[in-house]
């Protein structure tokens, strides 16, 4: 089954914009959510990517149900993220996290902070930490 993207808003598409290079604000203006279709995985653990990635690294708390926990972020992208954490996560868990996306980064002359929410859809153990993927499925930007 093929992976269809489509952006939340374009204002994600201007924060994914600034993070890829492009400054691009008339075409950012007038976006509009179109899909965009990649080809399926043709091998069993394959991984299909709706979303370009980013690596940034950003410390975060992740909240699941009433506990908290401290991780760092090691990409971010429009659908997801991946965290790495000393703890095991479910997949299935849902959590909630703001992000601070450093104006630095942006280009922005304030850094821009971004509630979510989501869920984890996996979770693997590389070296001596844990790494958890997330999906993205709801977001706030917080009024600064």
């Known amino acids: 089954m093929p992976c269809v993207e489509v952006e939340k808003s374009s204002r994600v598409v201007y924060v994914i914009s600034l993070l890829s290079g492009q ?3 008339k075409a950012l203006k007038q976006v509009s959510p179109r899909p965009t279709r990649h080809t399926a995985p043709t091998a069993p653990m394959q991984e ?4 370009v990635r980013f690596p940034l690294t ?14 760092r972020t090691l990409n971010v992208s429009a ?4 965290f790495e954490l000393n703890r095991h996560l ?4 849902s959590i909630r996290f703001s ?3 450093p104006g630095t980064v942006l280009g922005t002359p304030r850094d821009v ?6 869920r984890v859809v996996r979770c693997s153990i590389s070296h ?17």
Not at 48 to 51: L, N, P, Q, T
Not at 113 to 118: K, S
């Open 90 to 93: 479910t997949a299935g868990l």
């Open 128 to 144: 001596t930490q844990y790494l958890a993927a997330a999906t993205i499925d709801e977001y706030q930007f917080a009024e600064q």
């Open 23 to 25: 400054r691009h604000m």
């Open 99 to 101: 992000l601070r996306m």
């Open 58 to 71: 950003l410390p975060v708390t992740l909240s699941a149900g009433k506990d908290d926990f401290a991780a």
């Open 79 to 82: 659908s997801g993220v991946l």
């Open 113 to 118: 902070l971004v509630h979510c929410a989501g």
């Open 48 to 51: 299909v990517r709706c979303a």
